[in-house]
């Protein structure tokens, strides 16, 4: 188990050195002359030129990269826009982030389960056929017409529920739910398809002969065997999630590193849009290995065999 | 009694099997799912089609006297911001968004499927291939798209070809795994030793066979490149004024949502319903084409 998880880790580096040397191109995949992007539209040469030698336009390729990445840790490296040190932008708004793609992340799970157990165990009832609405419609939703719709509903219409910012729990709401809403639909599907299966099976059949209680038989047997593809599938949610919380951010105000970036990219600030590329990028694999490996660590047929 | 009987008889007792039409009318549920997810996509391409001749108005004529009206006889779903007719640039906005879907499904394809191809028929190109593709993979979907239009700008053009690489990875994979299995295939062995050179085997012997994984991951796509686009466009980084498109009518909306809602609600509804019909197509199709249902 070991090995594996070693293993994995030393796989990952070439993907980690990839996705900073992406993330640290887009300067230049840019059409035109670096320099004369981060000046501006009414730059004269002089200043093009100048800006060429602040940033080290004028050094080769590799030597920017190295001293880009550098400066982002010691501060050196700023922002074009508020002159402050990137990660001192960056961070606090990445955390926010962090903050509003959790609670999400365990909002969806939790109902996610709830709705899909009921669905598999109470089929054809109404919860069954809400859920299944619900899922459906969901996953189509878009997150940022969601995100409108609640604010019309539960701020303008209803007065219960602040629609901008982020100064309290009841700020946390509104957006957190608007993003769960599509992980929700698709955790509630797999619960439910992944229940059926498990309940046609004969262990769960020995289980009820036992003479256990119901609930035990579903929640404490069934329940446990048919959770693992679901965290393959919360795994996978995360990336989703993410995205998503770009444009939720958008709609609600919320100080994050989604709408960060959407403003650092109009407003061309290309150093806060970089390492916040990274930043993002190098989470959400690292993300994704923990959920692998937590996988391997949960089926049995992994952990033994492997 | 031995085991296998009791098991049975405690199987046809517990009534867990479901009689025969409860299966057939939950097989008939899903057919008309995607017998309506059909006429939805259906619809879609005959609106984004024939614009002209549907829309009541002139999609991009403004009346700046009638801002923000509400819906009406004249005016359906009311007007906007400047008071063009909203249902006209519904309609306007299939055609936008029917563009950027075939356009960037068309870049995703043709880098995809090839580069999927490669890689599963050359076994030195795979790992570099898969490499590439896990960077890729390691941007969440919307950041990737993101970061392709931070370095290209806004616009109509930038968007499409940010949508199409953010596909690339996916038609690849798919691709890749499909050719993984039919290159076994005896008739692939056979027709190298007729001597086929090795685009002639890829091109006219395996890729044939992979088609339907490849065109059910198309179908799954589309809805994603609708919103994906919508997305980027309501925030701005899209397709830009005045070309109606869904995601920057949503943008332009939301400012006006305590006074004029419709100019947000009807949008968006658009965009749920189209991506609906793609969804239940889609799976449809995953399901009529699945070689264990078979």
Known sequence: MREYIIRRLIQLIPVLIGVTIVSFSILYLAPGDPAAIIAGADATGEDIQRIRVDFGLDKPFVLQYFNYLSGAFTGELRSIRTKQPVLTEILPRFVNTIKLTVVSMVISIVMGIFIGVFSAVRQNSLVDYVGTVIAILGICTPVFWLGLLLILLFSVILGWLPAAGMNGLSHMILPSVTLAVASIAVIARMTKSSMLEVIRQEYVMVARAKGLTEFKVIFKHALRNALLPTVTVVGLRFGYLLGGAVLVESVFAWPGIGRLLVNAILARDFPVVQIGLMLVALTFVLVNLAVDLLYSYLNPRIRYWS | ?294
């Open chain 2, 1 to 294: 009694m031995d085991l296998t009987e009791t098991t049975n008889n405690a199987k046809a007792r517990s009534g867990r099997r479901k009689p025969p039409l409860a299966v057939f009318w939950t097989r008939l549920k899903m057919h008309k799912l995607a017998l309506l997810g059909g006429v939805i996509v259906i619809m879609f391409v005959l609106v984004a089609l024939f614009v002209n001749a549907i829309m009541p108005h002139d999609p991009f004529k403004q009346d700046l006297r009638q801002r923000l009206r509400g819906p009406s006889h004249e005016y359906i779903l009311g007007r906007d911001d400047i008071g063009r007719c909203i249902l006209s640039r519904i309609i306007y906005g299939a055609r936008t968004s029917l563009s950027i879907a075939v356009s960037s499904i068309g870049i995703g394809l043709s880098v995809g499927v090839l580069l999927g191809a490669l890689a599963g028929y050359y076994q030195r190109l795979d790992g570099i291939i898969m490499r590439l593709i896990d960077i890729m993979l390691a941007f969440p979907s919307m950041f990737l798209a993101l970061a392709i239009v931070s370095a290209l700008g806004p616009g109509l053009r930038n968007v499409i070809i940010a949508v199409g690489i953010y596909s690339i990875p996916t038609f690849c994979r798919v691709t890749r795994g499909a050719v993984l299995m039919v290159k076994e295939n005896e008739y692939v062995e056979a027709a190298r030793a007729i001597g086929a050179g090795d685009a002639t085997i890829i091109f006219g012997h395996i890729l044939p066979n992979c088609l339907a994984p490849i065109i059910v991951q198309t179908t799954l796509y589309i809805p994603a490149a609708i919103i994906t686009a919508a997305g980027l466009s309501f925030l701005g980084l899209g397709v830009q004024s005045p070309i109606a498109e869904w995601g920057a009518m949503l943008g332009e909306g939301r400012v006006y949502l305590r006074v004029a809602p419709h100019v947000a609600i009807f949008p968006g509804l658009a965009i749920m319903i189209v991506v609906l019909g793609f969804n239940l197509f889609g799976d449809g199709l995953r399901d009529a084409l699945d070689p264990r249902l078979k």
